[in-house]
T-cell receptor, first 114, second 112 residues
Framework: NAGVTQTPKFQVLKTGQSMTLQCAQD?????MSWYRQDPGMGLRLIHY???????DQGEVPNGYNVSRSTTEDFPLRLLSAAPSQTSVYFCASSYSGFSGNTIYFGEGSWLTVV | SQQGEEDPQALSIQEGENATMNCSYK?????LQWYRQNSGRGLVHLIL?????REKHSGRLRVTLDTSKKSSSLLITASRAADTASYFCATDSETSGSRLTFGEGTQLTVNP
């Protein structure tokens, strides 16, 4: 199993550009989520999904869109990039929910918005 | 707002010493987990402790939970240079909608 795979690893965007961070998992996990990690802020939940066709907002959803058309994939779209979105983004998945279950993380995507 | 807060923010020790990191939280929890993050990598799950448990062990790791003080500690015994990483606690609770809330992490450096 590859686990949770994120692409790209690094990306530089200009303000106003849009892009999609890809996330795929091969563990047949129902729950998937996106976090951003900023210095001194820990990880903050952007969006999450409890299954194909179902998504919901996390703590910091503004400026981001998600969709879950398949169990395996959970892309994160930046609609109009802003410097405040410069961060490290992590996709994560778990088998049956976040409560009391192990969360598996991807290796991260480093995004710089100039 | 951050549910979990780790203490200290940074810890530097010598190989072979024990490392203790603490996590405090504000509201009642269902579970508390500890994760490790090596530089430039994703988070890796270490151990989960449920609210009705007081102590768990996994290899060189020992986690305690004191719900009356709303705190947890992670002890790494006989540390190795490979233990150098950031360590995060994460909690879930009824008020968080069963979603994980992460602290800011403790940066552990183990010097050879």
């Amino acid at each position: 199993n590859a686990g949770v795979t994120q692409t790209p690893k690094f990306q530089v965007l200009k303000t106003g550009q849009s892009m999609t961070l890809q996330c795929a998992q091969d563990m047949n996990h129902e729950y998937m989520s996106w976090y951003r990690q900023d210095p001194g802020m820990g990880l903050r939940l952007i969006h999450y999904s409890v299954g194909a066709g179902i998504t919901d907002q996390g703590e910091v959803p503004n400026g981001y869109n998600v969709s879950r058309s398949t169990t395996e994939d959970f892309p994160l779209r930046l609609l109009s990039a802003a410097p405040s979105q410069t961060s490290v983004y992590f996709c994560a998945s778990s088998y049956s929910g976040f409560s009391g279950n192990t969360i598996y993380f991807g290796e991260g995507s480093w995004l710089t918005v100039v | 707002s951050q549910q979990g807060e780790e203490d200290p923010q940074a810890l530097s020790i010598q190989e072979g010493e024990n490392a203790t990191m603490n996590c405090s939280y504000k509201t009642s929890i269902n579970n508390l987990q500890w994760y490790r993050q090596n530089s430039g990598r994703g988070l890796v799950h270490l151990i989960l402790i449920r609210s009705n448990e007081r102590e768990k062990h996994s290899g060189r790791l020992r986690v305690t939970l004191d719900t009356s003080k709303k705190s947890s500690s992670l002890l790494i015994t006989a540390s190795r240079a490979a233990d150098t990483a950031s360590y995060f606690c994460a909690t879930d609770s009824e008020t968080s909608g069963s979603r994980l809330t992460f602290g800011e992490g403790t940066q552990l450096t183990v010097n050879p």
